[in-house]
């Protein structure tokens, strides 16, 4: 997925972030080191997510779905306030296969756990949609990698989800 350029936007409720989230090709940025959020909506998404679990993929996928349901205001600046650098001995970028089955297996376990608090929780099930359909794409890339599946399968997924996210995008659907 492409880099997104964003302008100084600001949304005065989780509806109105959403309906935007929902039509932009590039989404969700759940990377931690972009947001600010204030303590006490932090705090809460721990609260909520109370996960004893040991994950090391997905996991800021998974606190940025629960911040961006608790909070009420989102403000998005183009100005460039953090420099983030990949680490190329970073899970992230492995090639060893045991490494890239368990990423799989948190990205599995994470696409369930926001299922689990959507429904409990109640949460916006556009955000739900969007943070899971790209979750479950980077998991069959995972999988490739991991050659769990083979390309023409992959290929195959690759192009229904992009179509359903061109449907997202242009219709909303």
């Known amino acids: 997925m492409g880099g997104v350029t964003l302008n100084n936007y600001s949304f005065e409720s989780l509806e109105e972030y959403a309906n935007y989230i929902y039509r932009q090709k590039d989404y ?17 998404a721990f609260e909520i997510l109370n996960s004893k679990d040991r994950i090391t993929m997905a996991e800021d996928a998974l606190m940025s779905f629960a911040l961006w349901n608790l909070s009420n205001k989102f403000c998005h600046i183009c100005d460039i306030l953090y420099y983030y650098r990949q680490n190329d001995n970073s899970t992230t970028r492995s090639k060893n296969d045991e490494i890239i089955s368990r990423n799989s297996k948190d990205r599995v376990f994470v696409i369930h756990k926001i299922k689990a608090i959507s429904k409990k929780y ?3 099930s556009k955000v739900a949609k969007v943070f899971v359909e790209n979750l479950k794409y980077y ?6 990698m991991y050659r769990k599946i083979n390309k023409i399968v992959f290929k195959i997924y ?14 909303g659907v």
């Open 139 to 144: 998991e069959y890339c995972d999988r490739l």
């Open 122 to 124: 109640k949460f916006n």
């Open 158 to 171: 690759d192009k229904y989800f992009r179509f359903k996210r061109r449907l997202r995008v242009k219709f």
């Open 28 to 44: 969700p940025r759940w990377n931690l080191a972009f947001m600010m959020v204030k303590r006490d909506i932090y705090l809460k």
